[in-house]
């Protein structure tokens, strides 16, 4: 009777431990079963990410995956991994990772400690901060004059909860996207967007007439762009990283930087020498 307890106890714990090791993929394994990384990124930030008029999806954060983060994959897993992408906004970009329905996202997502509790970051790959985007002309100056004003944010966003917090009368009006957010502006529902500065020049660059709009106001915020994965992921979280460092390292961030934010770019954003200073920095302890 005890020789068939133990048999019966033996296959128990083998079932268990199959089923625990038979259970979803990581990310990386995911990754090599389907020989795809899927990015979500967004489709109106520009220079991140955005469709262009001939109606491709480009960007910075674009490039810096098929660049950056892809050629690390591809060497670890021994194949060429393809790119695919999908549309992430403020509201959805954390759901989209733990519903497993993208493997990483790529685009303007500030690194912060609440974040950090539902995902994981990358090393910082830009660096900027909240300021307002107005009608030229307009009273508003900054975050101190928006005290009573309808004032634009796009939903789940840093910039609306600091305003939310530090500017409790003002009028704040949150919408889904970006695109959504400046239409409200341009037909005079609200009297300012706020967003971080190099997106507020993106939209402001790509706007019909750019000259009837004015970026104001110091930085009210600190905003750190990182890369957000699954928690728990440290193989896939250690090659992203690997491949930021390499980039930075080997010249070729600054390269993509220049692309889209040097003079002749898209939005002409130039980098700080702080800026050049702690990605390299970042680079070296990696």
Do not use: C
């Not at 991140?48 to 480009?58: G, L, R």
């Not at 307009?138 to 634009?152: C, L, M, Q, Y």
């Not at 239409?183 to 300012?192: E, F, I, N, W």
Request: glycine share 8%; aromatic share 8%; proline share 6%.
């Amino acid at each position: 009777m005890k020789r068939v307890v133990v048999i019966l106890l033996a296959a128990v714990f083998f079932i268990f431990k199959t089923m625990r090791s038979g259970g979803a993929d990581t990310t990386l394994e995911k990754i090599n079963r389907t020989g795809t990384l899927t990015i979500g990124t967004r489709t109106g930030s520009p220079p991140f990410a955005y469709i262009n008029k001939n109606n491709d999806w480009v960007g910075f954060s674009i490039d810096l995956v098929e660049q950056a983060v892809i050629p690390v994959l591809s060497k670890k897993l021994g194949k060429q991994i393809k790119l695919e992408k999908k549309e992430s906004t403020p509201q959805t970009r954390i759901p989209l990772l733990t519903s497993n329905a993208v493997d990483l996202i790529a685009e303007t997502m500030t690194d912060t400690k609440e974040r950090r509790e539902a995902v994981d970051f990358s090393l910082t790959f830009f660096v900027t901060g909240a300021q307002f985007l107005v009608k030229k002309g307009s009273p508003i100056k900054g975050i101190e004059s928006i005290g009573g004003k309808r004032i634009a944010a796009q939903q789940g966003s840093t910039n609306a909860r600091i305003i939310r917090e530090r500017v409790p009368s003002a009028k704040l009006l949150e919408f889904p996207d970006q695109p959504a957010a400046f239409q409200a502006l341009a037909q005079g529902q609200v009297q300012a967007y706020t967003n971080d500065g190099i997106q507020l020049a993106g939209l402001k660059a790509k706007a019909p007439k750019p000259d009837d709009w004015a970026i104001v106001g110091d930085f009210f915020s600190h905003e750190p762009y990182g890369m957000a994965m699954r928690k728990n992921e440290p193989e896939l979280r250690d090659l992203v990283n690997a491949g930021l460092a390499e980039a930075i390292n080997s010249g070729k961030y600054f390269q993509l930087y220049d692309k889209w934010f040097g003079p002749k770019g898209e939005v002409p954003y130039p980098l700080t020498p702080e800026t050049k200073q702690f990605l390299q920095k970042q680079a070296v302890s990696k």
